[in-house]
């Protein structure tokens, strides 16, 4: 996508659903300028504690639409609590999602 994101894709971010971030990732990655390249969804993984996540991994390349969305993502606060990993230098975020069970 090479548009901006909209208030509302904005906002959509900021409200979504905490049982939902499968999705989220999904929707961002639909939005994300540079799409598959620089907003990546890896297969279920494991960590140390069994626990089942996939890594979601946004590179913002310096464009500000992508830093918009990250900034939406940032005052999503259940998302950051529960899938924020790290953040680099240069416009890397690494979040996991981790699995919910039923």
Do not use: V
């Amino acid at each position: 996508m090479n548009e901006y994101p909209t208030e509302e894709q904005l906002k959509k971010i900021e409200e979504w659903d905490y049982q939902d971030f499968e999705n989220l990732a999904l929707f961002i990655q639909s939005i994300w300028h540079w799409g598959d390249e620089y907003a990546r969804i890896s297969d279920w993984k494991q960590d140390e504690f069994h626990t089942e996540y996939r890594m979601f991994e946004l590179i913002t390349g310096g464009w500000s639409g992508n830093e918009d969305i990250i900034c939406a993502l940032n005052r999503n606060q259940m998302f950051n609590m529960m899938c924020w990993y790290s953040s680099h230098r240069g416009g890397l975020h690494i979040y996991h999602i981790k699995k919910i069970k039923n």
